[in-house]
Structure formats: C-alpha cells, structure tokens
C-alpha cells in the first residue's frame, strides 16, 4: 500500500532553517504531482508548496514565497522542503501528500490529493 513518511521536524529557533523529507513507497514515485500542507494549533490545514511530476513547476503559498522551496528526487521516491527564515507563525504539523488525480484546479486544497502522511511537528521559538 502506499505510504508517505515526513521527517525532518523539531524546534528551531526564529530566522533558523528546517529540510523536511517526504519518503514515498508502495506508488510509482514519478507518476504522482506531490504536495506539502501545514496544520498550525486552533487552525485548518493550510496549503504550503505542491510540485509536478516533473519537478519543473512549483507553487507557493504567498506566506512561504522566497522562504520555503519544494523539490523531489524522483530516483529516491522522496519530496523536500527546505526551510528558511522561519518565523513563529510557521509554527505547525508538516504533512506531504500525493496525488495523480487530475485537477482543472492548481492543486493547492486538499481535495486534490488522496495519500497523505502522518505529518511531523515544526516548532519555531524564540
């Protein structure tokens, strides 16, 4: 079956940086756009960066724009997020997500995606 495993997460102080990989098995790694959403306390996941099958097109959240940036290596079945110039507000449960569904959308809400991993814990203190 298919299984997405976040790692990467702990406490980093304010302005430190975080790379958070996504391992992907049971799919065919290559076939699948993939995504990353955030779960912040009190709130609703929130998109955060998706990437293609590809890896040539990337999306943003404007709160992570020029701080975050997705990429995958499609012959380790692994997505990336590296993190930088983190700010309290990035504070939050990182989860990656798969999908190899088709959306007229920019796949940026969660409806898009169909596997999901159990997520890993972000903290950012001063």
């Known amino acids: 079956q298919v299984q997405l495993v976040e790692s990467g997460g702990g406490l980093v102080q304010i302005g430190g940086s975080l790379r958070l990989p996504c391992a992907a098995s049971?799919?065919?790694?290559?076939?699948?756009?993939m995504g990353w959403f955030r779960r912040a306390p009190g709130k609703e996941r929130e998109f955060v960066a998706t990437?293609?099958?590809?890896?040539?097109?990337?999306v943003y959240a404007d709160s992570v724009k020029g701080r975050f940036t997705i990429s995958r290596d499609n012959a380790l079945n692994t997505v990336y997020l590296q993190m930088n110039s983190l700010k309290h507000e990035d504070t939050a449960v990182y989860y990656c997500?798969?999908?190899?569904?088709?959306?007229?959308?920019?796949?940026?809400?969660?409806?898009?995606?169909?596997?999901w991993g159990p997520g890993t814990q972000v903290t950012v203190s001063s």
């Open positions: 049971g799919l065919t790694f290559s076939a699948y756009r």
């Open positions: 990437i293609n099958k590809s890896g040539r097109t990337t």
């Open positions: 997500a798969a999908t190899a569904r088709f959306s007229l959308g920019t796949y940026t809400i969660h409806e898009d995606y169909n596997y």
